[in-house]
């Protein structure tokens, strides 16, 4: 079969988004591919089309056992041979799978890199003819790459084992130097490297320094309670307590980290992906492979650990290309957090480096007064013009001078020897009477008192701007203590000026603006008169779910529920036009969705 007969006989869409056709040509066509593709793009066809089509066989590496379960359940329901291996599935049921496998019986066959590359499993694998080797989050596999996994370094011997098997590796997120690095770990002929733009016009970017993370995160959701949202946390922890502090608020949220019972991660991510209006609080474990279109928002309450981390976590909004909203929250207590791992990481310098540069670059992101987007783009070499979507374009950044202010302050790390953190510093500016600055005799300097006509809040906001802007560097060897840099120097000595951001207790206004946001939810969602049909689809959707012991977003996802609202398809062939409806799914599910339909 020809590949867009396949999309549309098996998949049910009647043509390709931007960018799978070519990536689609060059694997049938032998060749070794890296494929960077935004969240959204529909990365799993490139490769599952091309699978369908080879005579032999092919294996897909991917990192997350949600992730693999959810594939495979959506290509079974598709009545296409496919099926996974992993350590939460029984042993039987991993020797089965296998047993089918090498009786070619299954086109496609998912495992960890772990899996794969064990040594009797590597053995039993080279007797057989395999087409293709895809490696899903390859980003995992370079060591510049946010996420790296050991376990995905030893996929570089696979070009060697096989050396007839096609190689395609493919990511949301690689700068240049990742995609060098796995270019040169995994592929060897023929290869050609796929890069669809990086720009999201649909989000709009924000950024807020954190003062109080559980009024902001309120505040920002004042206006958001008829829609689904991700939150971003550190630890797991904090996803427990800010469930429970929306929950509390009459939000209806949800939290998911690593350390759940498997079980009880698939039921909250079914409930994520199914029910509207639900806020998932959850680690970067939640996310990978995860398609619900209208996600309206992504909050991050801790800062990232990298660009590429911010870009591909914030890619989960908006995927229906409807208006969709992020907002970063961040405090010197994520800095030193970040800095603390990357330092406790066990990788050489040469890494350290490059990960501290990294970060180096996300503050900067965070801490521009200019329009982020254009920071953003630039970081993955793309230019573009003002967004006038970013929290920087809607209200411009008003700069203040605070040369003398950052003069007391670096004058005061001066005087304290570069040995102490931040709290310990803004008390000596401020004129504390604390048991620490009697101890170190700190009341007796002359920057002591000198700051003590600003609050806090005001001294907490301007070393973590000097920090973003390099004027002072938090060094974690030394227990977090804040060292004065070259160009702090320079302010120090009156040699520059020091500008910097308004501070504001409150989100940015374009988040404030209710009214705005409300419309956009509008547009979002069905008209009024039409609610009931799709809460009954939903509810039809469910009950076949139940049925078939599947996750409902694979009987059919949202975006075809919608269309049935829609278009209200009125025969077969009107249902068949639907995207996310072929044959398969005609057959399948056809008379029962078109019976609701028609009841309305």
Known sequence: MHPIEILSEIFGFSKFRVGQEEIINHLIG?????????????KSLCYQIPALIFKEQTIVISPIVALMDDQVAALKDLDVPADRMHSSRKRRENIETWKRFSERKLKLLYLSPEALMAERFISALRKMKIAMFVIDEAHCISKWGNNFRTDYAKLKSLSHLFPNSILAAFTATADKTTQLDISRKLLRRNVQTFVQGFDRPNLSLAVSLKINWRAQLLEFLANKREVSGIIYCLSRKQTEITALLLNNNGFKSIAYHAGQDAQLRKTNQNIFMTESKVIMAATIAFGMGVDKPDVRFVVHINLPGSIEALYQEIGRAGRDGKSAETLLIYGFDDLVLRRRFIEEDGSDVEHKTQEHSRLDALLAYCNTPTCRRKVLLAYFDEDSDRCLNCDNCITPTILLDGTSSAKI?????????????????????????????????????ESFGAGKAE?????????QQLIGAGHVHVNIKRYGALEITKCGLEILYGEEEFKYRQFSKNIPKSYSNREKFSKQIQSSLVPESDEKLLEELKAQRMVLAKRSNLPAFVIFRDLTLLEMVQYKPKNREDFLALNGVGPKKLKKYGEIFLAIISSH
């Open 455 to 463: 609050r806090k809040d005001f001294w907490r906001g301007l070393i």
């Open 409 to 445: 302050l670096l004058l005061g790390i001066s005087e304290t020897g570069q040995s102490f953190g931040m709290m310990h510093l803004i008390d000596v500016v401020r004129g504390a009477k604390t048991a620490k600055i009697r101890e170190w005799h700190h009341h007796r300097l």
């Open 30 to 42: 032998c060749g070794d591919t890296l494929a960077v593709m935004p969240t959204g793009a529909g």
